[in-house]
């Protein structure tokens, strides 16, 4: 995982945020701010994706090295955390 | 929907994707990560949930005055927009 | 929502889990099972659009009727029920 | 993943389906039917939660064998997925 890329699709999200705030202030329609609301819970969702991608690489290098059942069990764990983003 | 409640719920949101940023920049571990991307997600619901109630409210309302079938199909699609948050 | 179309639609599904016990018997790879049971839930996904629509459009028949604000109340909160199918 | 507990979870959710039928025909409330709905979707989610974790469990092992770099691809593809059921 680029630390770069998640940043800046972070950075994206907080911009999006922020326009729903004005969203709210203009008083756009409920249907407009649902529609911005998926989209960041969308762009969110990529994140998520990213992280785990890298979060399972990670878990699988280290199990190699020494075995530890746990690492099994909190990729399990994690990925059903990670369903629920 | 209290607008004033709705922007400040964005305003903990935005405050959150930042701290998500600092924990990208800390090289925080996935899991940790993966568990302020479930708070932050777990916000907007709310959010959603707040402004699809608002939206609700509005639609039957409105059709009471005008009778308006596009506004039932509208409240339909939009409750359906309002599942993928 | 014609009834006779939900059923058809419930029976296609009962056919579904019949399959995949089917293909747990014969083990079949998790990812062919997964693929079934993302198919399956679709499916139900389907259903329960379907019954939200009926759903919503009677509440506000009936809300029109007889003006109970409980009406209102009852469709946010199945709203927020149908979002967790 | 004992194969006995996942057909006998299959064999509630087939017996569920079954029941929505039932309270279809019987034209029970639709509030009643997506209450329904939810106890099948959870009970597939469980389903999922159990063949992932078996078919994570299997990749890692198998990666520990041959470090074929496609299982850890298909992993990733595969959670996701895992995801949208």
Redesign the interface.
Known sequence: MS?KD??NR??R??GQ??G??KM??E?R???D???Q??A??GA?QK???L??????????ME??QNHNEDL?N???E????????
Do not use: N
């Open positions: 630390k998640i940043i972070l950075r999200v907080e945020v922020r729903l705030q709210i202030e008083e329609t409920c249907s701010i649902l529609t609301l998926s960041v819970s969110l994140i998520g994706e992280t785990m991608k890298e979060y399972t690489k990670g878990c699988i199990y190699e099994l909190d990729l399990i994690t990925i059903s955390k990670f369903k629920k983003i």
